[in-house]
């Protein structure tokens, strides 16, 4: 199976005209199979695209020390990380040719501690696809146990350019 390859530089990203000749789906099965770059940060925050389907987008990471608070925690922004790729993928997976997207906000609400070393799955799912908005929700729950950690939903802008 390929693995994800991340971005060195705004040199490595496809164009935008390169990403609007695709429609999302197919665009993020490229992404996660290594034929497109993923973000840097992915790979900084020690997570990655694991499965794409239609509506759906899995991400798996495992927290370490990197993705730490100042009381030695996972950070609440790695939760919000991990919950926003998800779901905004899973919003990019309905996207047709010649659009785009942009998170306008979203929410995410912790249910409890990741213990450092846990690895998790993050799970976007796909609501609402409009002309204008997408709407997706999400969870990070454990890959061994199925245990809850988060929830979150996003709104997306769908724009064509």
């Not at 990403?19 to 999302?24: E, H, S």
């Not at 997570?47 to 990471?61: P, Q, T």
């Not at 709407?135 to 709104?155: C, F, K, N, P, W």
Request: one cysteine or more; a negative charge.
């Amino acid at each position: 199976m390929t693995r994800q390859t991340f971005a060195e530089g705004p040199e490595d990203f496809l164009s935008l005209d390169e990403v609007l000749a695709q429609n999302g789906l197919d665009y993020m099965h490229k992404m996660a199979a290594g034929e497109v770059p993923s973000p840097t940060v992915q790979r900084a925050m020690a997570y990655h695209i694991s499965k794409v389907e239609a509506g759906r987008v899995e991400v798996r990471g495992t927290p370490e020390h990197p993705q730490t608070n100042g009381y030695g925690g996972v950070h609440g922004g790695w939760y919000a990380m991990v919950l926003d790729t998800c779901m905004t993928c899973a919003v990019i997976t309905g996207l047709k040719k010649g659009q785009t997207q942009t998170t306008l906000e979203f929410k995410v609400n912790l249910i409890r501690a990741i213990p450092l070393g846990t690895e998790v799955v993050g799970i976007g799912m796909l609501e609402h696809l409009g002309r204008s908005t997408g709407v997706a929700r999400g969870e990070i729950r454990g890959a061994a146990d199925g245990r809850l950690y988060a929830t979150g939903t996003a709104t997306c802008f769908v724009m064509t350019p």
